[in-house]
């Protein structure tokens, strides 16, 4: 059973960079078919695609969000990473890590983790 | 805003039969890319119901039934159950704008 479970500071200054760690166990993440990536949901408000990415490939972004966010991973640790710079209360939301797979949808996903952009 | 658009809420009682649409465009469905729809209990992780318009993954009830058509798609909930109300979401492909993975604006169902 793969399992997803994201982490993070919970609170963020406006202006820092968020960075939250999603680790993956059950599955490796290099696997065949297996993308990896983050999703968002502002409160109140729906799923946001932020971005996604094969273990050993370039992510691909979220054209809306691409300047400001970076995607990687960490195959000896079964990692995911999320980075977002110079964050704004705009980016006050909780986030998911989530497996896509290569027919396009989100098979797995974590419990998500609230991050709140505040002063 | 999402270029999918869904219906803000949809309601029915038990045992009836709901449909929520997800209104797409030539640069997302009607280009034929696949329609997935999710289940969301707000502060859970979403459940992957649906994929590729109308395939449901092993453990989801045969009530739950996709289907799609030119720039549009459509959830169908069968047999409500007081379990079904809480939010649903397509999600495909858009080509605009150098491509993305695109979510609706989601839809609140109602168990009256």
């Known amino acids: 059973q793969l399992q997803l479970q994201e982490s993070g500071p919970g609170l963020v200054k406006p202006s820092e960079t968020l960075s939250l760690t999603c680790i993956v166990s059950?599955?490796?993440?290099?696997?065949?078919?297996?993308?990896w990536g983050w999703i968002r949901q502002p409160p109140g408000k729906g799923l946001e695609w932020i971005g996604d990415?094969?273990?050993?490939?370039?992510?691909s972004y979220n054209p809306a969000l691409k300047s400001g966010v970076s995607i990687s991973v960490d195959t000896s640790k079964n990692q995911v990473f999320l980075k977002v710079y110079s964050v704004t209360a705009a980016d006050t939301a909780v986030y998911y890590c989530a497996r896509r797979t290569s027919l396009g949808y989100f098979q797995d996903w974590g419990q998500g983790t609230l991050i709140t952009v505040s002063s | 805003q999402s270029v999918l658009t869904q219906p803000p809420s949809v309601s029915g009682a038990p045992g009836q039969r709901v449909t929520i649409s997800c209104t797409g465009s030539s640069s997302n469905i009607g280009a034929d890319y696949d329609v997935h729809w999710y289940q969301h209990l707000p502060g859970t992780a979403p459940k992957l119901l649906i994929y590729?318009?109308?395939n449901r993954p092993s453990g989801v009830p045969d009530r739950f039934s996709g289907s799609k058509s030119g720039t549009s798609a459509s959830l169908a909930i069968t047999g409500l159950q007081a379990e079904d109300e809480t939010f649903y979401y397509c999600?495909?492909?858009?080509?605009?704008?150098?491509?993305?993975?695109?979510f609706g604006s989601g839809t609140k169902v109602t168990v009256l």
């Open positions: 999600q495909s492909y858009d080509t605009s704008l150098s491509g993305s993975r695109v």
């Open positions: 590729a318009n109308f």
């Open positions: 990415m094969f273990y050993n490939e370039r992510a």
């Open positions: 059950g599955g490796s993440i290099s696997s065949r078919g297996s993308f």
